[in-house]
């Protein structure tokens, strides 16, 4: 080949834009099922409760819709803007989680970790997710080469620390500081420079951690939990009522289902089967095929996830991907480890699936972030 006709050859090279068009599909894919559960898995609830077998689908497609739009908006935005304001973000975030503890706080079940403003409910623990995401893919990004030696790594696992146990304080929420710890972990140790330093230090803190627990919870309701996860049919009437219904409703789907809809044990048996058991109504009505679709397609966009990181423009967007995989994965991972009785009760979501606004629309935000970051993927056409 000629000088000349290398010289054209390049000249028709140019950069083009990139969508992960995959993912997206994944997204509505994942959001349309979840609306079709929040409605097959709540119908009964909310007929009795309400006189209206919608009601909870109707608020959760309220959610969703907000989520795409805010999906939309921030596809749209140059992720990187988010490296200006992570300081910001992260300061409002914490003090929206105080607010649980004011007038605004509102009790659910029990539990004081939302507040309410007018008709709007919001749990601030996704907002301190998000935000921790945002926070450390700028900090990391910035001056993971800094990190070096054990100093460093206490100094900034120490930081993370403070705030899990923050969270875990204002709201008594243990879960969402696992999560946040979990996050903070992942994405530290993908930047690492020094793995095995990290590792060494990271096994100390988390043993050290699962120890406090432990001692610390003495006879309260984790202490309850444990020992319902432990033996469910010796506290069938207490702790361990809700996993023994999840498991009938597992076992009594076998491979098929009993067709979607026709779930039992969402009929008064499983507490609440909208919220953090709905895996275990769809493996009921859909049987261990649907159980199993699901866990694939969750696979399938962590997969999209890697991809995209692995292929960013800048290592905050790398970081940033990395972030809400981990998010991801971890809340799937602990749901479907509670609905088969692998681990103790911990309360969290399925992602997409279980009911919550908050979480809907926070979730949506990251999706937007991860289509964002794969806007900006550089690729070249002839």
Request: charged share 15%.
């Amino acid at each position: 080949m000629s000088r000349d006709d290398y010289n054209n050859d390049v000249s028709r090279i140019r950069q083009g834009s990139y969508f992960d068009i995959s993912l997206f599909i994944a997204i509505v894919f994942l959001v349309g099922f979840g609306l079709l559960m929040v409605y097959s898995t709540s119908s009964y609830n909310a007929m009795r409760k309400y006189g209206d077998p919608g009601f909870y689908f109707k608020k959760q497609l309220v959610a969703f819709g907000l989520g795409f739009l805010c999906m939309a908006v921030t596809i749209f935005i140059d992720y990187r803007i988010l490296k200006n304001w992570y300081g910001f973000i992260l300061f409002v975030s914490l003090i929206v989680m105080a607010m649980v503890r004011t007038s605004i706080g509102l009790d659910v079940n029990g539990a004081r970790r939302w507040i309410k403003v007018g008709p709007i409910s919001i749990q601030p623990s996704e907002i301190v997710k998000i935000a921790i995401i945002i926070s450390l893919a700028t900090i990391l990004s910035r001056s993971a080469r800094a990190l070096n030696d054990l100093g460093s790594y206490a100094v900034l696992l120490g930081i993370i620390g403070a705030i899990c146990f923050y969270v875990k304080q204002i709201s008594n929420n243990l879960s969402a500081a696992i999560i946040i710890a979990g996050i903070s972990f992942i994405m530290i140790m993908v930047a690492a420079p020094s793995k095995p330093t990290f590792l060494t230090i990271g096994v100390i803190i988390v043993a050290g951690a699962i120890l406090v627990v432990v001692l610390s919870s003495g006879t309260s309701f984790r202490s309850d939990r444990f020992q319902a996860w432990h033996n469910p049919e010796k506290y069938s009437q207490s702790g361990g009522y809700q996993i023994l219904q999840g498991l009938y409703a597992i076992g009594s789907g076998g491979f098929f289902g009993k067709g979607l809809g026709h779930s039992v044990q969402k009929q008064g048996f499983v507490p609440e089967p909208q919220n953090d058991m709905v895996f275990t109504i769809i493996c009921e009505e859909l049987g261990l095929f649907g159980g199993a679709a699901v866990i694939v397609l969750f696979i399938f966009m962590l997969h999209r996830f890697y991809i995209i990181a692995r292929n960013a423009d800048d290592l905050f967007g790398s970081l940033l991907v990395i972030g809400v995989m981990a998010h991801i994965a971890i809340q799937v991972i602990l749901n479907i480890a509670v609905a088969t009785n692998t681990i103790p009760n911990t309360g969290v979501t399925l992602p997409f699936l279980s009911y919550g606004g908050t979480s809907v629309v926070f979730l949506m935000i990251e999706m937007g972030m991860v289509l964002s970051v794969s806007r900006k993927i550089r690729v070249f056409k002839r």
